[in-house]
């Protein structure tokens, strides 16, 4: 059993995998975990540009780069 390699309350990016259906452009948090499907970590992703919560598979998420603060 795979554990999380996300945690609660980073900031990742999004790619998703269902054509037609786009996510919304940018950053989403990780709000929480869901249990596993197929050996792979589920999480539960949100936007600040839309107003549901996602269901994401850890493969279709990326690290976000750190942003340079000025």
Known sequence: MASHKYKI?????FASPMRGRAAAPGEY????????QDGEPIYL?????????R???????KNQPATAKR
Do not use: C, F
């Open 29 to 36: 948090e990780i709000v929480d975990y869901r249990p596993q």
């Open 45 to 53: 992703i949100k936007s600040v540009l839309e107003k549901h919560q």
């Open 9 to 13: 309350g980073q900031t990742i990016t």
């Open 55 to 61: 269901i994401a598979r850890e493969s279709d998420l």
